[in-house]
């Protein structure tokens, strides 16, 4: 027993009454129902733990102490697992993975477009253009082409891009 002002409290009592302080402590941080999970967490520790306090007196502080600390752990947790930065599935727009007419038609112009500018290309930047198509690395396109120097390679892509863009009429969008 436990007397509070003036009169016998149980040890049930002040966990009661120390219950409600804790939920509303921790409702204010956070949402209810994890506010009631913490302050049950709490108990159970006071109870496990800390059966040797019997005063409200030491029991409130140490137990906000507790909250605080759990709810740190819980805002850490969060983050770890990145709960703050996600986004919920249904502000997520969907893509239209139907080509639009107008997608549709700039795609056949520049193709028609890169197809006649390629044509007018030289002979080694149409096999250079051609390799790189077939996913063939520079040292690789290097050894097929016979180039001693890997620097050569390099000049002759830059260059073919630069004629390329060029027979264009100067831009890839246009």
């Not at 509070?4 to 009454?17: D, F, I, P, Q």
Request: proline content about 3%; glycine content about 4%.
């Amino acid at each position: 027993m436990i007397a509070l002002a003036g009169e016998a409290v149980s040890r049930e009592e002040v966990l009661v009454k120390l219950r409600e302080r804790i939920v509303l402590f921790a409702a204010s941080h956070l949402s209810r129902d994890a506010a009631e999970d913490l302050a049950q967490e709490v108990l159970l520790l006071l109870h496990e733990k800390y059966t040797h306090l019997d005063s409200p007196e030491d029991l409130l502080p140490l137990s906000l102490r507790i909250v605080r600390f759990k709810m740190m752990s819980l805002r850490r947790k969060a983050v770890r697992r990145g709960e703050y930065s996600q986004v919920s599935i249904d502000d997520i727009p969907l893509p239209d993975l139907e080509a639009s007419p107008a997608d549709y038609v700039e795609r056949k112009e520049m193709r028609e477009r890169l197809i006649r500018a390629m044509g007018q290309l030289g002979e080694r930047c149409r096999e250079l253009m051609r390799l790189k198509l077939q996913g063939k690395t520079f040292p690789e396109i290097q050894k097929i082409l016979g180039v001693r120097a890997i620097n050569t390679i390099y000049t002759w892509d830059h260059r073919c891009r630069k004629h390329l863009l060029e027979l264009m009429g100067g831009d890839w969008e246009r």
